[in-house]
């Protein structure tokens, strides 16, 4: 199994930062993906930044945070990273992390951790 876990999340004031972090445990061969989505209350889950590392890709971002969040990753630490800058209003959401593995018991297949709660006040 895989196991996510998100952290980070918090009330913030707009035009603030955060920083989300994603550990990344478990049986893992290998990483095909990672990547973070949000859901706002009342919408669906949405992409905001996600790589294919298989491909060797840059990182393709959501139009509506170009510019402003930044995701990385360690490696080393099978963590991942979304760097938020100059959050608005339309930031307030649950942000899910997103990991396509191979493990030694499955295929390529997505896991999901439970989500850490951004709120961005005006």
């Known amino acids: ?6 952290s980070g ?11 989300l972090s994603c550990a ?6 290998s990483i ?5 989505y949000r859901q706002a209350p009342g919408k669906q889950r949405e992409l905001v930044a996600a790589l294919t590392i298989t491909t060797g890709g840059s990182t393709n971002y959501a139009d509506s945070v170009k510019g402003r969040f930044t995701m990385s ?3 080393a ?22 990991v396509r593995a191979t493990t ?6 997505d896991y999901w951790g439970r989500g850490t709660q951004v709120t961005v006040s005006s």
Do not use: P
Not at 9 to 19: E, I, K, T, W
Not at 104 to 109: C, G
């Open 9 to 19: 999340g918090d009330l913030v004031q707009a035009g603030g930062s955060l920083r």
């Open 24 to 29: 990344v445990s478990g049986m893992i061969r």
């Open 32 to 36: 095909n993906a990672m990547g973070w």
């Open 77 to 98: 630490n099978n963590t991942l990273y979304l760097q938020m800058n100059s959050l608005n209003g339309e930031d307030t959401a649950v942000y899910y992390c997103n």
């Open 1 to 6: 199994q895989v196991q996510l876990v998100e």
């Open 73 to 75: 990753r360690d490696t």
């Open 104 to 109: 030694v018991f499955h295929m390529a297949r």
